[in-house]
């Protein structure tokens, strides 16, 4: 059954992309029908408009309330008919109202294999750095369902990076979106088939 995505981002919007395109072609049977962000300015937002994709700017500034806010961002998705939530680089934590309407149908994506390097203030390159200097051998990316708090929920799906020994921030960074982006697309369309069952989604 197609599934009905929404995307919440913060950025450049890169993995958007990643999933607009996949919808396109028929990698993921479904449609993106809805694009949020906290930043008026973000790339996520010009990228969802000039698919044509209702776009959303929606953060403390249009909603100063935080209950204001948590009830703005669930009305959006649930006007959106939304099966999956997906988080690509939001760097907002998503309020309890959104949550508890969407328990167990929010992911989100991680630039490591947690547990390890999660948690409060790991994020970007922080993230990234960390590996680094840890002296592991490989990294990655985790799939997750978002929770009350970071990184914590269920993994749903990992991928494993190699880190090279010459590696900076700046080239894990780059082998670990593009590692990120195969991945969001690949566990988006097996949710799609029905080959990978969400808690909460029928």
């Known amino acids: 059954m197609p599934i009905t995505l929404a995307v919440l981002a913060s950025g450049e919007g890169t993995t958007l992309q990643s999933i607009v395109d996949a919808c396109a072609d028929g990698r993921i049977q479904g449609e993106v029908a809805a694009v949020i962000s906290n930043n008026s300015g973000a790339g996520a937002l010009r990228r969802a408009r000039a698919a044509g994709i209702p776009a959303h ?25 939304v099966d999956v939530v997906c988080l690509a680089g939001y760097l907002k934590r998503l309020g309890p109202d959104t949550l508890a309407a969407f328990r167990g149908r929010v992911l989100n994506t991680h630039p490591a294999l947690l547990p390890k390097f999660g948690g409060t203030g790991m994020f970007g390159d922080r993230v990234f750095a960390a590996v680094l200097a840890s002296g592991d051998s490989e990294s990655g990316v985790s799939l997750h369902v978002v929770d009350e708090h970071y990184d914590t929920g269920p993994v749903v799906q990992q991928a494993r990076v190699h880190v090279e020994a010459r590696d900076s921030v700046a080239s894990l960074k780059a082998r670990t979106q593009e590692c990120e982006r195969e991945l969001v697309v690949q566990t988006l369309a097996a949710i799609a088939l029905g080959e990978l069952r969400l808690v909460g989604r029928p």
Do not use: Y
């Open 57 to 81: 700017h929606i953060s403390s500034v249009t909603h100063p309330a935080p209950r204001a806010l948590d009830e703005a961002i669930k009305a959006t998705l649930l006007d959106a008919r």
